[in-house]
């Protein structure tokens, strides 16, 4: 790695690619993008997925509910218009991150197949991974677990327009990755989505540090 | 850095934190926010400072018109409600690239003093650093460089509100960072950013690999 570095510096005078980032993490940016029902897994997976990534010195970033509602779309609401832009926007936040580098894990239900093909054509107009993991866990095992309790308010009538409920989930057609969560644990689910990186050039070993290129790394 | 890294996988059983994200990237995710007059050179600035950090094996990333007017902000115009909320989405953007590790790099006019300081609370709310680096450049050097001709339509009244013309540029108050272009080369103002960086723990020296550490950076 650090050779390749050195060679970058040489040829390019302008601005730093995206490939030179990627040189720097050793790893290519991408989104993985969860989607499934309320309950499926999404959130569990991602957090696991990005232990194991960490665990070999890989970034990834999680966008999830916490840092995207309370944050950039905190002035969105839950119609449908609203919906849409929120799932757009982290689309577009994915993208960047991405393009930096980063391989960003998004868990949010997008229920919806047109909101995730628009974040799946900005990926691909921008030349960026856009891989769509399908985290499949029937109605009656997601509404068994129910962890926060939204399917019994759902089903009383207290919670209007929930997936699965009275909304559709539009499951997904042709995805990079499809997890039978109800056959699978969580540990098998994460070495499935690090094989796909693995397979697919996002993650490349790391360097086994010898003697010859000390210079180059302690250049600062 | 390696055998730090084997430390935190030891000791830490859930999520993965900002800190072991810092580790993994031996840096600290920071905003820094240029502000100053159209023309002032912000643009120029960060290109110099990306690939300065680029060169020391640091992962920045610039957010600019061309990333941000176009993707997540392409529903936006130039009223002043939507300049604030272009501004603010900015920010919350900048603030999600610092907590994933990334020192960002944002070049914008930014012209209100009230915007930037929201910005700025966006960040200290969320424990991260906000460096404002004040563009400091004279109006009438800033209109005789005019790069995009934009001055001249201005002054001709074919672009309103532009900021110097016929809209104010409200100058930072006690911005981290005061570069006054008029006195200074890119290099040199390049240079002061870095000595701000490291001297705040944001940049770190890269470990100079050894052979005891072989086997815990080779664990793909």
Redesign the interface.
């Known amino acids: 790695m650090a050779k390749q570095?050195a060679t970058?510096?040489t040829w390019q005078d302008?601005?730093?690619s995206r490939e030179?980032?990627f040189s720097?993490?050793r790893q290519r940016g991408a989104t993985v993008w969860f989607t499934g029902l309320s309950g499926s897994g999404k959130s569990t997976i991602a957090?696991a997925l990005?232990?194991a990534l960490?665990?070999?010195?890989?970034?990834?970033?999680r966008?999830d509910g916490d840092?995207v509602r309370l944050?950039?779309n905190k002035?969105l609401g839950f119609s449908e218009e609203d919906r849409t832009?929120n799932i757009r926007?982290i689309g577009?936040?994915a993208?960047?991150?991405g393009?930096?580098?980063?391989i960003s894990l998004s868990s949010f239900i997008s229920p919806y197949k047109a909101d995730r093909d628009e974040v799946r054509s900005?990926h691909e107009a921008a030349g960026l991974e856009f891989i769509e993991v399908f985290v499949d866990c029937s109605l009656a095992e997601a509404e068994k677990r129910d962890p926060k309790g939204l399917y019994k308010r759902a089903r009383a009538g207290e919670i209007k327009n929930f997936t699965g409920i009275d909304d559709p989930y539009e499951t997904p057609v042709d995805p990079e990755i499809h997890l039978k969560t109800d056959e699978m644990t969580v540990e098998q689910e994460v070495e499935i989505i690090l094989d796909h990186l693995?397979q697919n050039g996002f993650?490349?070993?790391?360097?086994?540090?010898?003697?010859d290129?000390?210079t180059n790394?302690?250049?600062?």
């Open positions: 570095k970058n510096v302008g601005e730093v030179d980032r720097i993490l957090v990005e232990r960490f665990n070999i010195g890989k970034l990834s970033y966008l840092n944050g950039i002035n832009e926007r577009e936040v993208k960047l991150f393009d930096a580098g980063v900005l693995r993650i490349m070993q790391q360097q086994i540090p010898s003697a290129n000390t790394t302690a250049s600062l």
